[in-house]
């Protein structure tokens, strides 16, 4: 027998307050070329971390402890330690005392090893990918700097045929309109390049690119997401306010996990989330 049918709740219109509270829960700001003042927000740092232990003995994360504590996860792991246990009981068990544990020992080594040995070469590659070099704006000029210290709302520099290090907001490339084109192959799956447009009011800004500085500003975005094809937020300083194109056929960001192509240009960094991470 069906159950009847639930009256629809009623649902009590939000107070003014409440509703700007959720509105603001939607968007992240910060400031553009103040390290400082993004300091206070607890932004993600842009280093990356895909292994699963940790070598040091007093972290929870020590490889032995963690590892054992994955195995014995395992029905069979647990099963094959209660026989060993009441085999070690004299009188118990009519077979030896280690008939069970020995071969349990080796499978747990082996394992244990195995994931050792995978997770290093986790730990290298990691390092490889932080150690990259970047060009940032720092104060008057360009500097070099590693993937894992870039900050979010530093202006950075990526050139032709190179990956990006961090998700950024597009600001300049010497082509008309800033366009450039980019590959997303380690997003989507699709090789063919894709057009991007710098932001409007920001190219001209920074057009020719010789001072960055004038980009100091403040940032209204959306919150992290996995939306690879839109982007909602505006730029704002000294009372003007630039807003980004959030339409599908010229968006304004890039994501770590792209490439450019044919051209070179100036980017802003928007977060320091990197994939395949996320943002």
Known sequence: ?????????????????EKAEAEAAKFREFSVLDVQANAASNFAGNSVSTSKYSFIPL?????????????????ANVYFLLISGLQLIPGISPTGRFTTLIPLLMVLTVTMVKDIFEDIKRHR???????????????????????????????????????FPADLLHVW?????????????????????KIRKAVGGLYKMVSPPKNMDVL????????????LYNFDGYYVAAGARVDFDKTR????????????????????ASSSSRGPSQS
């Open 125 to 163: 590659s990691d390092a490889e990918l932080n150690s990259r070099p970047s060009i940032v704006w720092r104060g008057v000029s360009w500097e070099p700097c590693k993937w894992s210290d870039i900050k979010v709302g530093e202006v950075l520099k990526v050139e032709n045929n190179k990956p």
């Open 1 to 17: 027998m069906a159950n009847p049918a639930q009256p629809n709740a009623v649902q009590q219109p939000l107070l003014p307050a």
């Open 249 to 268: 056929s010229s968006p304004t960001t890039f994501s770590s996990a792209a490439r450019t192509s044919a051209t070179r240009r100036k980017s802003l």
């Open 216 to 227: 100091a500003g403040k940032i209204v975005c959306e919150q992290p997401n996995n939306r």
């Open 173 to 193: 490339s010497p082509h008309s309109e800033g366009m450039c084109h980019i590959e997303t192959a380690n997003l989507d799956g699709e090789t063919n390049l």
């Open 59 to 75: 972290s929870i994360h020590f490889v032995l402890w963690k590892n054992l504590f994955e195995q014995f996860h395992k029905a």
